[in-house]
């Protein structure tokens, strides 16, 4: 078993930046990828990015592209959420997702979920 803890979310002006972390405790090695998705009410659950432990390989979903960053500390368990150029429609409660293997943009695969953290983004 893996549990996810995510942390650094908050409330932000629009155009500014914040930093989440995720960290992992318990069975990590057995993590090949991690990512993050959020969910705003009334949406649909979205899919921001997921990053290969092995080689660090990460790649975005469409609205978060050139705006969002992630990147991960192994010696660490952690993995990480750059986020610059916040606008209000970032405003939602992010989750951290891991998983043995791959995991899709719809999340099948995903075997782990943290609790989420919530940013809020103000005018």
């Known amino acids: 078993q893996v549990q996810l803890k995510e942390s650094g979310g908050g409330l932000v002006r629009a155009g500014g930046s914040l930093r989440l972390s995720c960290t992992a405790s318990?069975?990590?090695?057995?993590?090949?990828?991690m990512g993050w998705f959020r969910r705003t009410p009334g949406k649909a659950r979205e899919f921001l990015g997921r990053?290969?432990?092995?080689?660090?390989?990460?790649n975005y979903g469409d609205s978060v592209l050139g705006r969002f960053t992630i990147s991960r500390d192994n010696a660490k368990s952690t993995m990480y959420l750059q986020m610059n150029n916040l606008t209000l429609e970032d405003t939602s409660l992010y989750y951290c997702?891991?998983?043995?293997?791959?995991?899709?943009?719809?999340?099948?695969?995903?075997?782990?979920w943290g609790q989420g953290t919530q940013v809020t983004v103000s005018s």
């Open positions: 997702a891991a998983a043995r293997g791959f995991f899709f943009t719809s999340a099948s695969g995903v075997d782990y």
């Open positions: 318990g069975n990590t090695g057995s993590v090949s990828t």
């Open positions: 990053i290969r432990s092995r080689d660090g390989y990460a």
